[in-house]
């Protein structure tokens, strides 16, 4: 079984910041590759950024030097702190977690229901 839950999301003016949080109910947590993404209004589901098992990263374009993703394995817990803020970043945020190891567990993407972050003067 796999349950995450986000959180951290609201209302900030651009340049500004704010930090996602997403607990995960996984078992082995450790093992899950998780990843943030986001969906606007009208527009489809993107990547903004995911961190390995090993904590090797990625990021979308459009964030990268402004937004970090980072890993609490101890509580099972991913975050993403989103500085510097842009009217293009409003969205409704989404955690993610998948697995492509058998032995771990289940595999598939599992998803949260997500946080809307918006971003307005």
């Known amino acids: 079984q796999v349950q995450l839950v986000e959180s951290g999301g609201g209302l900030v003016q651009p340049g500004g910041s704010l930090r996602l949080s997403c607990a995960a109910s996984i078992r082995n947590f450790p093992m899950y590759s998780m990843a943030w993404y986001r969906q606007a209004s009208g527009k489809q589901r993107e990547l903004v950024a995911r961190i390995t098992r090993t904590s090797i990263t990625n990021y979308a374009d459009a964030v990268k030097g402004r937004f970090t993703i980072s890993r609490d394995d101890a509580e099972n817990t991913v975050y993403l702190q989103m500085n510097s803020l842009k009217p293009e970043d409003a969205a409704v945020y989404y955690c993610?977690?998948?697995?492509?190891?058998?032995?771990?567990?289940?595999?598939?993407?599992?998803w949260g229901q997500g946080t809307q972050v918006t971003v307005s003067s």
């Open positions: 993610n977690a998948n697995n492509r190891i058998s032995y771990v567990g289940v595999t598939g993407d599992f």
